[in-house]
């Protein structure tokens, strides 16, 4: 299985969408996601390249397993 790597704030966010998070609101240089069935908010920081442990965090709040989550960013 391929390693996680950094990624632009804006990738993952259309990754998130395309898992069926739903944009909720912006705080200061936050963008916050919410997903039915996740136990609280996704909180992406608008930074360039965010942290492996910043990703893996939300993804598995949002149940999203790796397998999923490299399906979502390949395809278009």
Do not use: Q
Request: proline letters at 5%; one cysteine or more; a positive charge.
């Amino acid at each position: 299985m391929p390693r996680v790597t950094p990624i632009d704030w804006k990738k993952f966010c259309k990754i998130l969408e395309k898992a069926g998070c739903v944009y909720s609101h912006t705080e200061g240089d936050h963008v916050i996601y919410h997903k039915k069935g996740a136990i609280r908010a996704l909180v992406i920081p608008k930074i360039k390249d965010l942290p492996i442990f910043i990703i893996l965090n939300n993804l598995k709040t949002a149940g999203i397993s790796r397998i999923e989550y490299f399906r979502l960013l390949i395809s278009k």
